[in-house]
């Protein structure tokens, strides 16, 4: 079955970094879009980004571009988001789901949380 | 950016009732809608995408309907699970936005 497991997620300082994993497993990783959705406390979902089977293809929210890098190891079976420049506006629950123009399967999240 | 518009934010309604979600856009998205689920605590679920194709698994009560600027979700009988969170998306353009969300609520 369809498995997608994030971690990375932490307590992080106003100006710091972070890397967040997504580990999939259940179906060939390599044959689809994978895509980053984070979600802040009591609010709605909002797309970050996106990138393609070779990683040709990358898109991402204004909100983000410029401090967050999205990247895939297709031998690992994993999607990447390195973060940068936090803010407490990038406080959220973040999750990994595969596709793009629709996300069919999703992982259960990882908190980050941007406080001094 | 495409905005979206889902109206209602909220709704109140009673197992075996019929429930109606609308999104509407600001400019055509042709077919890429799609509609998911969000119960608390949890990830969402796809429900619908393409507008009107339902996802593997997803329910036969579930159905999506539209096409240019406006777009439908029925439930057509209300079951105990569903009372959750329902968002729209549009795959038309990057951004990928989604509607604000609409809570259902038990009356």
């Known amino acids: 079955q369809v498995q997608l497991v994030e971690s990375g997620g932490d307590l992080v300082k106003p100006g710091g970094s972070l890397r967040l994993s997504c580990a999939a497993s259940?179906?060939?990783?390599?044959?689809?879009?994978m895509s980053w959705v984070r979600q802040a406390p009591g609010k709605g979902l909002e797309w970050i980004s996106s990138?393609?089977?070779?990683?040709?293809?990358?898109n991402y929210a204004d909100s983000v571009k410029g401090r967050f890098t999205i990247s895939r190891d297709n031998a690992q079976n994993s999607l990447y988001l390195q973060m940068n420049s936090l803010r407490a506006e990038d406080t959220a629950v973040y999750y990994c789901?595969?596709?793009?123009?629709?996300?069919?399967?999703w992982g259960q999240g990882t908190l980050v949380t941007v406080s001094s | 950016d495409i905005q979206i518009t889902q109206s209602p934010s909220s709704l109140s309604a009673s197992v075996g009732d019929r429930v109606t979600i609308t999104c509407r856009t600001n400019?055509?998205?042709?077919?890429?809608l799609n509609w998911y689920q969000q119960t608390p605590g949890k990830a969402p679920k796809l429900l619908i995408f393409?507008?009107?194709s339902l996802q593997s698994g997803i329910p036969s009560r579930f159905s999506g309907s539209g096409s240019g600027t406006e777009f439908t979700l029925t439930i057509s009988s209300l079951q105990p699970e569903d009372f959750a969170t329902y968002y729209c998306?549009?795959?038309?353009?990057?951004?990928?936005?989604f509607g604000q969300g609409t809570k259902v609520e038990i009356k």
């Open positions: 789901a595969r596709g793009d123009q629709f996300l069919g399967y």
């Open positions: 259940g179906f060939a990783f390599n044959d689809y879009y």
């Open positions: 990138i393609s089977l070779s990683s040709s293809y990358i």
């Open positions: 400019q055509s998205i042709r077919t890429y």
């Open positions: 393409g507008a009107s």
């Open positions: 998306q549009q795959s038309h353009n990057i951004p990928r936005t």
